[in-house]
Structure formats: C-alpha cells, structure tokens
C-alpha cells in the first residue's frame, strides 16, 4: 500500500536541511564555548540517530533510518529525574518522514554516566515516493533508550521506537526503528 504525496512530503527536504545545518553548527561552535550555555538558550542537548525501520506488516519495506531529536534545557530537574520538551525529525532511506514534539524524561543512573531516556512526541508523518502508508499523517511515536557519557559532553547509546497512528484509523500498521546514538549536550 502506497501513500499520495502531500503537503507534508514538502517537509522532507527541510528536514535534511535542517540536519545538515545544525549538525555544522555543532561541529563549528568550539567546545569552550558551549560547555556551560545552551544552544540558542533553549536547547540542552542534540541527539543524532542512525537505525533501521522494521515495520510490524511484512508487506512494507525495510529501511535505513536517520534521525534528530532537540532537546531543551529540563524544566523540572531532579536528582534522578529530568523532564523537559523535545523536538524530532526522522528520514529513511524509502523517503517516509516524521515530524513531532513532545515531552521526554531522562533518568540518570548516579554517577556512573548511565542515562535512561523516554520520550512521547505526536506528529505528522508523510510517505515517500516509494515509501509506506502507515494509515495517517498523524502518528505518535514513543522512544526509549538508553545512552552512556563517553565525555562530559558526548553521549554514545541506543534507542528503540514506535510509531503508529495508535489506532484511530482502521489501517495501523506501525513501524519499529532501532537506532544507534551519538548526543551532544551544551
């Protein structure tokens, strides 16, 4: 089952754009200079994911997947608990594309570097030219990962994921993406 394109597919496009200029940024900025700031005076931390799709009806296809997520400063931080919003794009290698925003919680593991991260974020998702119909432009991912601070300011870990419509159409046939991470945090 193939998706028409829509006025989302126009998205695509800025979203690699968007990619690509925020990962020059961060590769630009000097580590002195953003240690202590946050990006733009929001953004806490960049997370960039490289996985792969692997979708829950074996008529679709399986696809390399890339991702961004931003996410800002915590607005409530705990001890063991931080809780902020966060943004996040996704591209595969078929042209489907999300979009979405949302909450996310982080729960660090002591000292040991160790943080467990979930997320929810509502979106708008749009099939590629060959892509897959997933039954709605709205979809609603969830994420958990899990990520370990090689250094005070990159993060190495994984992430696994859902997206689906959650239901509200009759057609959900969702798609699971596993991702390997590297995160930058300011």
């Known amino acids: 089952a193939r998706r028409k394109q829509g006025i989302f597919s126009m998205l695509r496009p800025l979203a690699a754009v968007l990619f690509a200029v925020i990962a020059a940024v961060t590769a630009a900025i000097s580590p002195p200079a953003i240690a202590q700031e946050p990006l733009f ?52 290698s078929d042209g ?13 593991f002591g000292s040991t570097g160790l943080r467990l991260i979930g997320s ?4 708008a998702y749009a099939a590629g030219n060959s892509g897959d119909d997933l039954g709605s432009t709205l979809m609603f991912r969830s994420r958990i990962g899990l990520d370990y601070a090689i250094t005070e300011r990159i993060s190495i870990g994984a992430a696994f994921e859902h997206k689906s419509n959650a239901g509200i159409e009759d057609e959900n046939p969702g798609v699971n993406t596993a991702f390997a991470t590297v995160a930058l945090r300011f």
């Open 96 to 108: 489907d594309f999300f979009f979405g925003g949302g909450p996310y919680a982080a729960v660090p």
């Open 120 to 123: 929810f974020f509502p979106g």
């Open 41 to 92: 005076g929001v953004i806490a931390e960049v997370e960039f994911g490289i996985g792969y799709d692997a979708f829950d009806d074996d008529d679709f296809d399986e696809d390399v997947a890339f991702g961004i997520d931003l996410r800002s400063v915590p607005v409530l931080d705990f001890t063991y608990l931080q809780v902020g919003i966060g943004l996040g794009t996704e591209f595969d």
